[in-house]
């Protein structure tokens, strides 16, 4: 898996969101909440994923964005480390549910919690 982002790899079908908000599983790590659904895609890729800011604890656009920007970032630079052992297709949803404006580095280290956690919960 590369340190890229393409389009085949966001996760955009609004049946799928609405699949993976449904049966999916998630972990946590506060202020980060990953939601995972195993499912099939028509790509040969491992996974989809989205990223979602709530209205409610950023009103302002452009501190959304920024946080959903950041947070795609840290996925882009982690994902290979550990996503390469996946057997099967995954959708991912990772929410960001803090209040306060994080910093890349608060971020990435986050997000490496929620996907450790998520690679001990495949493997059990």
């Known amino acids: 898996m590369s340190f890229t982002y393409p389009q085949q790899e966001k996760l955009k079908s609004k049946k799928l969101i609405e699949k993976l908000f449904t049966e999916g599983k998630s972990v946590s790590a506060y202020p980060l909440r990953m939601v995972y659904l195993s499912t099939r895609f028509n790509e040969d890729i491992l996974a989809k994923t989205g990223v979602s800011v709530s209205k409610r604890n950023f009103k302002k656009a452009p501190d959304r ?52 956690k998520f690679s001990n919960k495949i493997s059990e």
């Open 65 to 116: 964005n920024r946080i959903k920007r950041l947070l795609r970032e840290a996925y882009r630079l982690n994902k290979a480390e550990y996503f390469n052992n996946l057997t099967a297709q995954h959708a991912f949803m990772i929410l960001y549910i803090g209040k306060e404006k994080p910093t890349f580095v608060q971020v990435e280290t986050k997000m490496k919690q929620v996907f450790e």
